[in-house]
């Protein structure tokens, strides 16, 4: 025993590698118990060898920790052997013996330390870098959260006040309309202005209407030479802001397109800026040269505003009633010239300014169709026309009925009928009295307005109109209908 005792020593250093390769596979192919113990541990002193059990099971224990950390070994059976069946009964537990280990290896550090060792202080040097960006993001988030309690403090803060300004708000109006009612009482007793026949409306639109039409004939070109004018037109203002029918356009309608073209942007024109537009006299309608400050420039807007806002709580009445006794009173009629004097030469001059505006911006966007002789006398005459309309819808609109102006945006493509109330084929499609020939056509382009008014003088019955204009329009090609079979 002595004698062994002295030989295994020289020999542990020699054998240790193969010792613990030894015991890794006994220990990996039989069961614990049977583990046969290798020559040299069994011939070891006891100091010895519980050095050596305690490299080999060291050992063992650390490639057992690197080879699990690996990629596990596949256990599909090579092919080879499950198609012969043969080898070692115990080869498939040999299969699944881990691969030889590198047990070493040369670190950044210069140390030699196991594979599995260098992997771990990798992966703890990244755990502590993941750690630093959490901390960070918490830190953020944190800081996020604190603003985001702030904010919604301050849109809590701001909700109550909207709901006191709110409050405030309908308290001022209840009280606004009060005075208003007081007020508008007061000027119906005081003044004498009666709602005009509706003959006489309609036969002062009807000179109107032709006044359009003889204006637009005398003062545009001849006719459209297609050769060289047809693309300047089409880049033109006026004819881009309108829907010209092709049909219009076609060589037989060259000599009467012009002037139709010319009256339909008139009509057009003088419906934005002055029919459609109640308040069109207050500062300011549209002139952007007017010399009053920019809070003036909106009194007109809000005027308007104000008419639509009554309109939509639901009182058609009291908004048309508002709005005839405020025109009243900011646009004095003649007649009450000498009892309001002030207002009176006030309103004048707006609206002088107004026309005179309105002209400039009509020769601009027309200019391209305009003859080129008679210069200053059909801007005169455009003046006239301009202010015919202004003065005419001036005193219709401070009556307590609703005009509403119907153009091509109303009727286009919708289909002719020579019965209707609202509308007549213009008169170079030669059309008699009840001739339905052109039934069904559809509209292409509304030369002259239709001209509706909705309810009466006594504020009421507005949902039935009555016609002061029927509108002129020019229709399409007639869709081919299915012949009739005789009885």
Do not use: C
Not at 113 to 126: Q, T, V
Not at 189 to 208: G, H, N, P, V
Request: charged share 30%; glycine share 4%.
């Amino acid at each position: 025993m002595e004698k062994n005792s002295q030989k295994v020593p020289s020999n542990i250093a020699a054998h240790l590698e193969d010792a613990a390769a030894a015991v890794h596979t006994e220990l990996s192919s039989t069961d614990k118990d049977n583990v046969t113990e290798p020559p040299e541990l069994a011939s070891a002193v006891p100091q010895e060898r519980s050095e050596l059990e305690n490299v080999s099971h060291h050992r063992y224990h650390e490639e057992k920790w690197y080879h699990e950390s690996e990629e596990p070994v596949s256990k599909k059976p090579s092919r080879r052997r499950k198609e012969s069946g043969k080898g070692h009964p115990r080869s498939a537990e040999l299969h699944k013996l881990p691969k030889p280990l590198t047990l070493f290896s040369r670190t950044a550090t210069g140390l030699d330390l196991p594979p599995s060792k260098e992997n771990f202080l990798n992966a703890m040097k990244e755990n502590d870098q993941l750690i630093s960006e959490l901390e960070e993001l918490e830190e953020d988030l944190a800081k996020r959260e604190k603003a985001s309690r702030r904010l919604r403090r301050e849109i809590s803060d701001l909700a109550t006040q909207n709901e006191d300004l709110q409050r405030q708000l309908q308290r001022q109006e209840s009280q606004i309309r009060l005075v208003q009612d007081v007020q508008l009482r007061s000027v119906e007793t005081k003044s004498f202005l009666r709602a005009e026949d509706d003959s006489s409306i309609r036969q002062k639109l009807r000179t109107m209407g032709a006044r359009w039409k003889s204006w637009a004939k005398d003062y545009s070109v001849r006719s459209l030479d297609f050769a060289k004018d047809a693309d300047q037109l089409a880049a033109s203002k006026i004819y881009q802001s309108l829907t010209v029918p092709d049909e219009l356009l076609s060589p037989k309608n060259a000599s009467i397109a012009p002037g139709i073209i010319l009256n339909t942007a008139l009509a057009e024109f003088v419906t934005n800026l002055i029919t459609r537009k109640p308040f069109f006299s207050l500062p300011n309608g549209l002139s952007s040269r007017s010399e009053q400050s920019g809070a003036q420039l909106n009194i007109s807007t809000a005027f308007d505003l104000e008419y639509r806002r009554i309109q939509t709580k639901g009182d058609e009445s009291l908004a048309h009633r508002w709005r005839s006794l405020t025109l009243f009173m900011v646009d004095p009629p003649e007649h009450e010239s000498k009892t309001q004097p002030e207002n009176f030469q006030e309103a004048r001059r707006r609206k002088e300014a107004y026309y005179h505006y309105a002209t400039d911006l009509f020769e601009e966007y027309a200019r391209v169709i305009f003859r080129k002789t008679d210069t200053v006398r059909r801007r005169e005459e455009l003046f006239g026309i301009i202010q015919g309309a202004g003065e005419l819808f001036s005193s219709l609109w401070k009556q307590k009925t609703f005009i509403e102006t119907r153009l091509s945006d109303h009727y286009r493509q919708k289909a002719f009928d020579i019965t209707s109330d609202q509308i007549e084929a213009h008169p170079a499609l030669h059309l008699e009295e009840g001739d339905a020939k052109m039934d069904g056509s559809p509209i292409e382009m509304v030369v002259q307005p239709a001209v509706l008014a909705w309810g009466n003088e006594e504020g009421e019955d507005y949902d039935k109109y009555k016609v002061w204009a029927k509108a002129v329009v020019w229709l399409g090609a007639r869709p081919p209908q299915q012949s009739r079979i005789k009885a």
